[in-house]
């Protein structure tokens, strides 16, 4: 079964850190890239950031540009998003997801995603 799990959710402080975790399993992960969305109450899902399946290169939205980092361990599955400087608009349940993509550009659009994980709460506080 195809399977992605986020962890790494939490209740941090404005100005902090935390690392979610996406551990994938059941399908070809070094054939899928691998996004980060999330969503706050009230607002649509948001394309955060993208890995690419054959180079990791990397994507991000504008509004976290310099603050989040997104890597991949092949070895392992995984798919850390690394957020620093964190905001309270950074509120929202994280979710990964797997895709094969055709235009990159798209990385963005949750239509493009085949796969999703349950997701992560992180709640930050001013």
């Known amino acids: 079964d195809v399977q992605l799990v986020e962890s790494g959710g939490g209740l941090v402080q404005a100005g902090g850190s935390l690392r979610l975790s996406c551990v994938a399993s059941?399908?070809?992960?070094?054939?899928?890239?691998i996004g980060w969305f999330r969503q706050a109450p009230g607002k649509e899902r948001e394309g955060v950031s993208c890995i690419s399946s054959n180079d990791d290169s990397t994507y991000y939205v504008d509004s976290v540009k310099g603050r989040f980092t997104i890597s991949s361990d092949h070895a392992k599955n995984t798919v850390y998003l690394q957020m620093s400087g964190l905001k309270p608009e950074d509120t929202a349940v994280y979710y990964c997801a797997a895709g094969i993509i055709r235009d990159i550009r798209n990385y963005g659009k949750a239509s493009e995603y085949d796969y999703w994980g349950q997701g992560t709460q992180v709640t930050v506080s001013s």
């Open positions: 059941g399908f070809s992960f070094d054939e899928y890239e």
